[in-house]
Protein backbone atom coordinates (compact mmCIF):
# COMPACT_ATOMS: atom_id res chain seq x y z
CA UNK A 1 0.00 0.00 0.00
CA UNK A 2 2.71 2.42 1.21
CA UNK A 3 4.35 3.79 -1.99
CA UNK A 4 8.40 4.95 -2.48
CA UNK A 5 8.97 8.85 -3.63
CA UNK A 6 11.74 9.70 -5.44
CA UNK A 7 12.16 13.62 -6.36
CA UNK A 8 14.17 14.10 -8.87
CA UNK A 9 16.18 17.98 -9.17
CA UNK A 10 12.92 19.68 -8.52
CA UNK A 11 12.59 23.64 -9.47
CA UNK A 12 9.72 25.36 -8.03
CA UNK A 13 8.59 28.21 -9.23
CA UNK A 14 5.82 31.34 -8.13
CA UNK A 15 5.24 32.92 -11.75
CA UNK A 16 9.09 34.36 -12.32
CA UNK A 17 9.84 33.83 -8.57
CA UNK A 18 12.12 30.97 -8.25
CA UNK A 19 11.43 29.44 -4.72
CA UNK A 20 13.08 25.93 -4.44
CA UNK A 21 15.85 25.08 -6.99
CA UNK A 22 17.61 21.35 -7.23
CA UNK A 23 15.71 19.28 -4.63
CA UNK A 24 16.45 15.52 -4.83
CA UNK A 25 15.79 12.96 -2.60
CA UNK A 26 13.98 9.31 -1.91
CA UNK A 27 11.54 9.11 1.03
CA UNK A 28 11.17 5.16 1.96
CA UNK A 29 7.68 4.15 2.19
CA UNK A 30 6.23 2.70 5.77
CA UNK A 31 8.51 5.39 7.24
CA UNK A 32 7.84 9.18 8.35
CA UNK A 33 10.28 11.70 7.28
CA UNK A 34 10.31 15.29 8.35
CA UNK A 35 11.32 18.23 6.46
CA UNK A 36 12.70 20.90 8.73
CA UNK A 37 14.49 24.33 8.38
CA UNK A 38 14.26 28.31 9.18
CA UNK A 39 10.34 29.67 7.80
CA UNK A 40 10.64 30.48 4.33
CA UNK A 41 13.03 28.00 2.41
CA UNK A 42 10.82 26.29 0.26
CA UNK A 43 9.40 23.59 2.88
CA UNK A 44 5.91 23.09 2.14
CA UNK A 45 6.55 24.40 -1.36
CA UNK A 46 8.00 21.04 -1.94
CA UNK A 47 5.59 19.50 0.08
CA UNK A 48 2.96 20.88 -1.95
CA UNK A 49 4.96 19.73 -5.52
CA UNK A 50 4.45 16.06 -4.07
CA UNK A 51 0.67 16.13 -4.79
CA UNK A 52 0.35 18.39 -7.45
CA UNK A 53 -1.05 20.94 -5.21
CA UNK A 54 1.18 23.65 -5.88
CA UNK A 55 0.09 24.10 -9.27
CA UNK A 56 -3.57 25.32 -8.26
CA UNK A 57 -1.42 28.67 -6.77
CA UNK A 58 -1.73 30.99 -9.58
CA UNK A 59 1.92 31.18 -11.35
CA UNK A 60 2.68 27.69 -9.92
CA UNK A 61 5.06 25.78 -12.12
CA UNK A 62 7.13 22.38 -11.38
CA UNK A 63 10.34 21.49 -13.33
CA UNK A 64 11.89 17.94 -12.44
CA UNK A 65 10.21 15.13 -11.53
CA UNK A 66 8.26 13.34 -8.70
CA UNK A 67 7.80 9.19 -8.87
CA UNK A 68 6.00 7.47 -6.98
CA UNK A 69 6.87 3.67 -7.05
CA UNK A 70 8.77 4.67 -10.45
CA UNK A 71 5.48 6.57 -11.71
CA UNK A 72 5.90 10.84 -12.74
CA UNK A 73 3.20 12.81 -11.35
CA UNK A 74 3.84 15.14 -13.45
CA UNK A 75 3.94 12.61 -16.83
CA UNK A 76 1.35 13.94 -19.77
CA UNK A 77 -2.08 12.26 -18.88
CA UNK A 78 -1.90 11.83 -15.47
CA UNK A 79 -4.50 13.25 -13.43
CA UNK A 80 -4.39 15.33 -10.40
CA UNK A 81 -7.04 14.68 -8.65
CA UNK A 82 -5.95 10.99 -8.72
CA UNK A 83 -2.74 11.95 -7.50
CA UNK A 84 -4.53 13.86 -4.35
CA UNK A 85 -6.31 10.67 -3.73
CA UNK A 86 -3.17 8.72 -3.65
CA UNK A 87 -0.92 11.10 -1.78
CA UNK A 88 -3.41 12.74 0.96
CA UNK A 89 -2.60 15.65 2.73
CA UNK A 90 -3.08 17.27 6.23
CA UNK A 91 -2.65 20.88 6.81
CA UNK A 92 -1.40 23.03 10.01
CA UNK A 93 -4.73 24.63 10.44
CA UNK A 94 -7.14 22.04 11.51
CA UNK A 95 -10.21 22.49 8.61
CA UNK A 96 -12.64 20.50 8.82
CA UNK A 97 -15.84 21.40 7.02
CA UNK A 98 -17.64 23.27 9.74
CA UNK A 99 -20.57 23.11 9.29
CA UNK A 100 -20.91 19.02 7.98
CA UNK A 101 -21.35 16.63 10.74
CA UNK A 102 -18.37 14.13 12.06
CA UNK A 103 -19.81 11.47 9.82
CA UNK A 104 -20.30 13.58 6.89
CA UNK A 105 -16.90 15.05 7.19
CA UNK A 106 -15.13 11.88 7.27
CA UNK A 107 -17.24 10.48 4.42
CA UNK A 108 -16.93 13.56 2.47
CA UNK A 109 -14.01 12.23 0.01
CA UNK A 110 -15.66 9.01 -0.35
CA UNK A 111 -18.97 10.56 -1.69
CA UNK A 112 -17.00 12.78 -3.96
CA UNK A 113 -15.74 9.41 -5.35
CA UNK A 114 -19.19 8.47 -5.86
CA UNK A 115 -19.61 5.69 -3.01
CA UNK A 116 -23.50 6.12 -1.67
CA UNK A 117 -24.39 3.00 0.14
CA UNK A 118 -25.01 4.08 3.68
CA UNK A 119 -23.84 0.31 5.09
CA UNK A 120 -20.43 0.90 3.21
CA UNK A 121 -19.48 4.66 4.31
CA UNK A 122 -20.79 3.47 7.48
CA UNK A 123 -17.52 1.06 7.51
CA UNK A 124 -15.62 3.35 6.28
CA UNK A 125 -16.43 6.26 8.92
CA UNK A 126 -16.09 3.93 11.90
CA UNK A 127 -12.51 2.56 10.27
CA UNK A 128 -10.71 5.89 10.14
CA UNK A 129 -12.12 7.07 12.75
CA UNK A 130 -10.58 4.51 15.12
CA UNK A 131 -7.71 4.90 12.39
CA UNK A 132 -7.42 8.37 13.50
CA UNK A 133 -7.67 7.43 17.30
CA UNK A 134 -10.82 9.37 17.32
CA UNK A 135 -13.80 6.91 17.44
CA UNK A 136 -14.28 6.53 21.32
CA UNK A 137 -14.37 10.39 21.63
CA UNK A 138 -17.03 10.97 19.04
CA UNK A 139 -18.82 7.80 18.53
CA UNK A 140 -22.08 8.94 20.31
CA UNK A 141 -22.17 12.21 18.35
CA UNK A 142 -21.20 11.27 14.89
CA UNK A 143 -24.32 13.47 13.74
CA UNK A 144 -22.88 16.32 15.63
CA UNK A 145 -20.76 19.06 13.51
CA UNK A 146 -17.03 18.81 13.00
CA UNK A 147 -16.65 22.23 13.99
CA UNK A 148 -17.78 21.49 17.34
CA UNK A 149 -14.94 19.75 18.32
CA UNK A 150 -11.29 20.81 20.34
CA UNK A 151 -8.35 21.52 17.95
CA UNK A 152 -6.62 18.68 19.01
CA UNK A 153 -10.16 16.06 17.76
CA UNK A 154 -10.74 18.42 14.58
CA UNK A 155 -6.81 17.41 13.54
CA UNK A 156 -7.59 13.84 14.29
CA UNK A 157 -10.82 14.51 12.22
CA UNK A 158 -9.02 15.83 9.57
CA UNK A 159 -6.87 12.66 10.06
CA UNK A 160 -9.36 10.57 9.44
CA UNK A 161 -10.51 12.31 6.58
CA UNK A 162 -7.70 11.99 5.00
CA UNK A 163 -7.28 8.29 5.07
CA UNK A 164 -11.36 7.54 4.65
CA UNK A 165 -9.81 7.21 1.11
CA UNK A 166 -7.06 5.14 1.54
CA UNK A 167 -4.40 7.35 0.34
CA UNK A 168 -0.94 5.80 0.13
CA UNK A 169 0.85 8.63 1.04
CA UNK A 170 0.25 11.27 3.85
CA UNK A 171 1.68 14.89 3.64
CA UNK A 172 1.03 16.68 7.21
CA UNK A 173 2.13 20.70 7.11
CA UNK A 174 3.15 21.64 10.65
CA UNK A 175 -0.20 19.43 11.85
CA UNK A 176 0.41 20.41 15.66
CA UNK A 177 1.58 23.78 15.37
CA UNK A 178 -2.06 24.99 16.65
CA UNK A 179 -2.47 22.68 19.41
CA UNK A 180 -1.45 22.28 22.74
CA UNK A 181 1.02 19.68 24.00
CA UNK A 182 -1.58 16.98 24.79
CA UNK A 183 -3.04 16.81 21.51
CA UNK A 184 0.34 17.13 20.13
CA UNK A 185 1.36 14.29 21.78
CA UNK A 186 -2.07 12.50 20.44
CA UNK A 187 -0.99 13.38 16.94
CA UNK A 188 2.74 12.35 17.35
CA UNK A 189 1.48 8.63 18.67
CA UNK A 190 -1.17 8.56 15.93
CA UNK A 191 1.61 9.53 13.39
CA UNK A 192 3.32 6.25 14.92
CA UNK A 193 0.54 3.99 14.48
CA UNK A 194 -0.09 4.71 10.87
CA UNK A 195 3.59 4.45 9.90
CA UNK A 196 3.71 1.12 9.26
CA UNK A 197 0.85 1.65 6.78
CA UNK A 198 2.08 4.59 5.03
CA UNK A 199 4.50 7.06 3.42
CA UNK A 200 4.61 9.91 5.99
CA UNK A 201 6.25 13.68 5.71
CA UNK A 202 5.68 15.80 7.55
CA UNK A 203 6.55 19.74 7.92
CA UNK A 204 7.85 20.94 11.31
CA UNK A 205 9.24 23.69 13.15
CA UNK A 206 9.43 21.76 16.51
CA UNK A 207 12.80 20.02 16.39
CA UNK A 208 11.93 17.83 19.07
CA UNK A 209 9.12 16.39 17.50
CA UNK A 210 11.14 15.82 14.14
CA UNK A 211 13.26 13.69 16.77
CA UNK A 212 10.43 11.85 18.02
CA UNK A 213 8.51 10.88 15.23
CA UNK A 214 10.82 10.37 11.99
CA UNK A 215 12.72 7.99 10.79
CA UNK A 216 14.78 10.27 8.02
CA UNK A 217 15.49 14.25 8.05
CA UNK A 218 15.36 16.36 5.71
CA UNK A 219 17.05 20.02 6.48
CA UNK A 220 16.31 22.93 4.28
CA UNK A 221 18.06 26.45 3.85
CA UNK A 222 18.29 29.14 1.98
CA UNK A 223 21.59 30.61 0.89
CA UNK A 224 20.47 33.70 0.96
CA UNK A 225 16.98 35.79 0.97
CA UNK A 226 15.72 36.27 -2.37
CA UNK A 227 17.73 32.72 -3.58
CA UNK A 228 15.74 29.62 -3.88
CA UNK A 229 15.50 27.42 -1.28
CA UNK A 230 17.76 24.14 -0.92
CA UNK A 231 17.45 20.96 0.34
CA UNK A 232 21.10 20.77 2.08
CA UNK A 233 20.77 16.93 3.09
CA UNK A 234 18.55 14.24 4.23
CA UNK A 235 19.74 11.41 6.57
CA UNK A 236 18.58 9.34 9.47
CA UNK A 237 17.21 11.74 11.84
CA UNK A 238 19.81 10.57 14.61
CA UNK A 239 22.40 11.10 12.15
CA UNK A 240 20.94 15.15 11.65
CA UNK A 241 20.45 15.51 15.00
CA UNK A 242 24.13 14.27 16.00
CA UNK A 243 26.30 13.97 13.50
CA UNK A 244 25.18 15.87 10.37
CA UNK A 245 27.14 16.01 7.44
CA UNK A 246 26.57 20.06 6.62
CA UNK A 247 28.22 23.19 9.07
CA UNK A 248 24.50 24.68 8.03
CA UNK A 249 22.61 21.88 9.41
CA UNK A 250 24.62 21.97 12.44
CA UNK A 251 24.20 25.14 12.73
CA UNK A 252 20.60 25.36 12.55
CA UNK A 253 19.72 22.40 14.78
CA UNK A 254 21.56 23.45 17.61
CA UNK A 255 20.17 27.03 16.98
CA UNK A 256 23.45 28.93 15.84
CA UNK A 257 22.14 30.67 12.25
CA UNK A 258 23.85 31.40 9.70
N1 LIG B 1 1.39 31.40 -2.83
C1 LIG B 1 2.62 31.93 -2.97
N2 LIG B 1 2.87 32.88 -3.89
C2 LIG B 1 4.11 33.41 -4.03
N3 LIG B 1 5.18 33.06 -3.30
C3 LIG B 1 4.99 32.11 -2.35
C4 LIG B 1 3.71 31.50 -2.14
N4 LIG B 1 3.83 30.61 -1.13
C5 LIG B 1 5.13 30.65 -0.73
N5 LIG B 1 5.83 31.56 -1.48
C6 LIG B 1 7.26 31.89 -1.34
O1 LIG B 1 8.03 30.71 -1.56
C7 LIG B 1 9.13 30.65 -0.63
C8 LIG B 1 9.01 29.37 0.17
O2 LIG B 1 7.84 29.43 1.00
P1 LIG B 1 7.29 28.20 1.84
O3 LIG B 1 7.35 26.98 1.00
O4 LIG B 1 5.99 28.60 2.38
O5 LIG B 1 8.39 28.09 2.99
P2 LIG B 1 8.34 27.29 4.37
O6 LIG B 1 7.19 26.35 4.33
O7 LIG B 1 9.67 26.61 4.45
O8 LIG B 1 8.22 28.33 5.44
C9 LIG B 1 9.05 31.92 0.22
O9 LIG B 1 9.89 32.89 -0.36
C10 LIG B 1 7.59 32.32 0.08
O10 LIG B 1 7.44 33.71 0.23
MG1 LIG C 1 5.47 26.24 5.54
Not at 167 to 191: F, G, H, K, R, Y
Request: glycine letters at 8%; one cysteine or more; proline letters at 5%.
Amino acid sequence: MAKRIDVENLNIFYGKFQAVQGVSMTIEPRSVTAFIGSSGCGKSTVLRTLNRMHEVIPGGRVEGQVLLDGQDLYASGVDPVGVRRTVGMVFQRPNPFPTMTIRDNVAAGLRLNGVKNKKKLDEVVERSLRGANLWNEVKDRLDKPGAGLSGGQQQRLCIARAIAVEPQVLLMDEPCSALDPISTLAIEDLITELKPKYTIVIVTHNMQQAARVSDRTAFFNLEAQGKPGRLIEIDDTTRIFNNPKERATEDYISGRFG
